[in-house]
């Protein structure tokens, strides 16, 4: 639901409260008067309701009186509307400026829906589920190394007590399957994958991935073994899925 300000007329869109998120919100730090959202009310015909009566004080105020020394009552949306609605009344869709008990000094509650929910996420590019098999690279066989498991090993770049060298390279393949450790017909430090030593380049699982992937390539299911760039000396990334 939308949260907008008490001092315009306008619907001036301060916030959208989203389920789930902010069900404990109470407030808006960055709101550049009084941060506490009020709660006010309106008639079921949608006349404003900011106070009970023909008396405007901190006992008849929906919330209170905000004041120099006092603050309206902090509530939830949640607590908001069942205040509402134990007087009789509910959440407006105005603002209702100007009706009284200094609301127009906070943001406030209304049962205006947001426009349209916002855009998820995208998701976050992590290992698969079930992981995926690092093996040596100087094996023809596919040789396990180990298997990185999402949620455990997204950040590992290398295999610390690998016997040769311990950084795992990010190799690729063509999509038939063929070895690719480098493009174009020279190999060197900018055609190899991920450089040439002492320069290799370390990247996580998700980084190799992209890097293949963003040269029109993927992941192998094998160690190209003897396909250049001294890769054999090291393990290698792989799309096997663990056993």
Wanted: glycine share 10%; charged share 20%; net charge negative.
């Amino acid at each position: 639901m939308k949260v907008l300000r008490g001092d315009n007329y306008d619907p001036v869109l301060v916030q959208c409260l989203l389920p789930g998120v902010d069900d404990s919100t109470t407030r808006i730090t960055s709101y550049d008067k009084r941060p506490i959202i009020a709660g006010q009310c309106c008639y079921p015909d949608g006349a404003c309701a900011r106070f009970k009566g023909t008396v405007m004080d901190d006992s008849t105020c929906v919330v209170g009186t905000s004041t120099s020394t006092s603050d309206v009552r902090e509530l939830t949306y949640v607590e908001a509307l069942e205040n509402c609605q134990s007087l009789g009344l509910g959440l407006c869709k105005q603002s209702c400026r100007g009706k009284g008990c200094n609301y127009d000094s906070h943001p406030v509650f209304t049962d205006i829906p947001c426009d349209e929910p916002p855009a998820s996420p995208p998701p976050v590019p992590s290992i698969p589920v079930g992981g995926v098999q690092v093996l040596r690279g100087d094996n023809y066989d596919p040789v396990l190394v180990q298997c990185l498991l999402p949620g455990v090993d997204d950040s590992t770049t290398r295999i610390t007590n690998y016997d040769q060298r311990n950084p795992i390279i990010g190799q690729c393949c063509h999509l038939d399957g063929a070895c690719a450790r480098y493009v174009g017909v020279e190999m060197d430090e900018s055609t190899c994958m991920v450089g040439l030593k002492p320069a290799i380049r370390e990247l996580t699982y998700v980084q190799a991935l992209e890097n293949c992937e963003g040269r029109g390539l993927k992941l192998c299911k094998q160690s190209c073994r003897g396909k250049g760039c001294s890769y054999d000396k090291h393990p290698v990334f792989t799309d096997i899925p663990c056993e």
